[in-house]
């Protein structure tokens, strides 16, 4: 087993309230419970000797590993294939279907013989609160009981189970045909054990969980040229959204590096207001009404309940179930992804002002709208006092959508995005007929327009830059013509997308920006941004530049992983990078297939 294996050598599964990845080798390195937001019970990932695993997997040592999901499924399956046999294990976590929060999580793996004979080995090692809590073991035949503080674990398994310390190891060996399993189960101290499961039970189970993600997924009313890259995407976004409160998490996982060794190592696990409202979007597109309204919902919460308290009305990201309080702090006793340290949990960087953010928030509440998602006149007295308040604040330097932590400035995506704010807004007010401060939201929409144009634009690289105060490119201005601030073919825009293709793009791949030009206060470099090549793809198809589009969209899917999925970023190797699954990528990449589509059809007469 490699000590660390590859970002991407992972599938993940879920339940809708927690995740878990399990690597190309049958180990299941990463899994917090009860939700995707707390303490990690495997976290091998950032710590090979004090993270805990959970492995299940023949030893042979001429094996094979290849691993694929069932279809339309967040079903994942491994194989081995050796000259003594071929064995497959499947994982996957039952859905909830009630979108009640619990403290009852369940990973299953069930392993079988395809053709010989395969020996399993089992080893489960779980180190409970990022590996900070000791736990005390009970062990009784094919039963095990993990005992910690603040978490019980129950592992049951078809076959024998025996003490290695305070872990359990087993082995079990299966004929062609034959098949066994081992369940996980996560529950509060004290909860009851689960029914012991049997080996017919345990394949119900897969074809139940299999039929959730089935008819799920055909809802789907995308009939565009890449339905697998698509769909996996969708069901990724899915397999992330915290179900009790309809949340997006950015990702599944914490800590893992932009650049290996490096310092850029942020927990992902929480919902980011620009994420989630840019989600809205790709699920629409994908006829996904009821998830997009679930986020809707929740993002207009978060306004209504700091209404009257003073300060801003948004803060940059929230807990799942919509917590402001996210403290940051490291994990010294975790040595990180190959050495890369800090590993960090909470996330400094929901106290930054990111004024972008009200944008995307009102443009998501736009899209909810437009499928008939009117809402209640107090959720519109909610929205009005909030551009009501933008209009006097969106004049101000910010940390930018990339959070940086260099200083403000005054960035050009924000102000873009704040334009974008009040001209959605007086959409909504015109389209409904709701009552508004319609002057004072034209006035500062105007006033913004026109301060882009004078003081974000670079004659020296004749294009829109990153802030007021330099030449530098970013990347997230991508965006602008895919919210109306720019018609997708006006000169301007095209010298700027040229400017991109000079200084941000290498090999179709995207920037976000040069941190050597624009010190964002971290030390070290970073991959180019897997969410800004997509973004880059939706501009150029708007703009008709089909062609090198489509080239584009093609050769990045290269990129995704044996399962399609992608992390944050791509190394200069091809390496993935970041955490893992992104979220924003996979939506971005949806938003790109749609936009595609779309022109590719308009180019031939469909």
Not at 249 to 261: I, K, N, S, Y
Not at 473 to 487: E, K, N, Q, T
């Amino acid at each position: 087993m490699d000590r660390y294996p590859p970002i991407a050598e992972h599938g993940l599964v879920g339940d809708l309230q927690t995740a878990a990845l399990v690597s190309s080798q049958g180990v299941v390195d990463w899994f917090a419970a009860p939700r995707f937001d707390s303490p990690s019970i495997f976290a091998a990932l950032l710590d090979h000797d004090g993270g805990g695993f959970f492995r299940l997997a023949p030893e042979h040592p001429d094996q094979t590993c290849k691993q694929l999901y069932y279809p339309d499924t967040a079903i994942l399956v491994t194989r081995f294939m050796s000259p003594d046999g071929v064995g497959e294990v499947v994982d996957f976590m039952p859905p909830d279907r009630t979108r009640t929060a619990t403290d009852r999580h369940t990973l299953i793996r069930v392993v079988r013989a395809v053709r010989g004979t395969v020996d399993f080995t089992l080893e489960c090692r779980p180190r409970f609160d990022y590996g900070r809590s000791e736990h005390q073991l009970e062990l009784d035949g094919h039963s095990g009981l993990f005992r910690s503080p603040g978490t019980d674990a129950h592992l049951q398994s078809s076959f024998p189970l025996e003490r290695d310390g305070q872990d359990v190891r087993g082995r079990v060996t299966l004929n062609a045909g034959e098949a066994g399993g081992a369940v996980f189960t996560v529950c509060a101290p004290g909860g009851k054990a689960p029914r012991f499961p049997t080996v017919e039970g345990l394949t119900a189970q897969v074809e139940d969980t299999g039929q959730f993600w089935q008819d799920w997924l055909s809802q789907s009313r995308y009939r565009g040229r890449w339905p697998e890259l698509v769909h996996r995407s969708v069901i990724t976004l899915k397999l992330l959204t915290y179900a009790p409160t309809g949340a997006l998490v950015a990702a599944a996982t914490m800590g893992l590096p932009e650049q290996v060794g490096g310092e850029r190592n942020w927990d992902y696990r929480f919902t980011w207001v620009r994420d989630g409202s840019l989600s809205v979007r790709a699920m629409l597109d994908l006829g996904f009404a009821d998830e997009a309204t679930a986020f809707v919902h929740w993002l207009v919460e978060r306004l209504r309940e700091r209404e009257g308290k003073g300060g801003e009305p948004l803060q940059t990201m929230y807990r799942i179930d919509g917590s402001p309080d996210l403290p940051e702090e490291t994990l010294d006793h975790f040595e990180g992804y190959r050495g890369s340290a800090p590993v960090r949990i909470g996330n400094g960087a929901a106290d930054q002002l990111q004024l972008d953010i009200y944008g995307e928030a009102i443009y998501a509440v736009a899209q909810g709208r437009e499928i008939g998602q009117q809402g209640t006149y107090e959720g519109w007295k909610t929205l009005a006092r909030t551009l009501d308040w933008l209009a006097d604040a969106w004049d101000r330097p910010d940390e930018g959508i990339w959070e940086t932590r260099g200083g403000r400035q005054d960035f050009t995506y924000s102000r873009a995005m704040c334009w974008a704010a009040f001209d959605h807004g007086l959409s909504l007010a015109d389209q409904f007929r709701m009552p508004a401060d319609i002057d004072k939201w034209r006035a500062a929409r105007d006033a913004v327009y026109e301060q882009i144009m004078d003081k974000g634009w670079s004659q020296k690289e004749n294009a829109f830059v990153q802030h007021y105060d330099g030449d530098v490119l970013d990347a997230s201005l991508l965006l602008m013509p895919r919210v109306g601030f720019l018609a997708p073919r006006d000169p301007v825009w095209l010298s700027t997308l040229d400017a991109m293709d000079r200084k941000l793009v290498s090999d179709s791949l995207v920037y976000r920006y040069d941190p050597a030009a624009s010190p964002d206060g971290l030390r070290g470099s970073e991959g180019t941004f897997s969410l800004c090549t997509f973004l880059y793809v939706d501009a150029l198809a708007r703009a008709g530049r089909l062609q090198q589009a489509r080239y584009t969209f093609e050769k990045m899917q290269t990129y995704a992983n044996h399962v399609g999925l992608f992390a944050e970023e791509v190394g200069p190797t091809g390496e993935q990078l970041g955490n893992f699954p992104q979220a924003f990528t996979h939506l971005s990449l949806i938003m790109a297939a749609t936009t595609l589509d779309e022109a590719l059809d308009a180019k031939q007469g469909r």
